[in-house]
């Protein structure tokens, strides 16, 4: 299982640099998060989410989708709990994150 926040690309050199564009957010948590905003928006506002502030959005989703996945890497143990059946007995499953922050993990 890999995740990756979004907002940033890398470059001609090798290395990854800061970046909203498209590119950057491509199958990102930002890009789901920015989504459902615009989802949620038309929803209750009755009309589309506006383009003002559009990037910093953006900024606010990968903050947010960064900081969720650096807690959830320091947290793991390797393993959770997991209750099933009508009797509620606990199993434990090993889970392993791919967190990386600057792209994409296969």
Avoid: C, W
Wanted: no cysteine; glycine share 8%.
């Amino acid at each position: 299982m890999s995740f990756y926040p979004g907002g940033s690309r890398g470059t001609r050199s090798g290395t990854y640099e800061y970046s909203l564009d498209d590119e950057a957010m491509t199958d990102s948590m930002a890009r789901v998060m920015e989504a459902e905003m615009a989802s949620l928006y038309r929803k209750v506002k009755e009309h589309a989410l506006p383009d003002a502030g559009r990037l910093e959005r953006r900024l606010l989703f990968v903050a947010i989708a960064r900081g969720m996945l650096k807690y959830l890497h320091d947290q793991q143990e390797g393993s959770i709990e997991a209750l099933s059946g009508t009797d509620a007995s606990s199993h434990s499953h090993a889970v392993r994150m791919e967190i990386n922050l600057n792209r994409q993990v296969s």
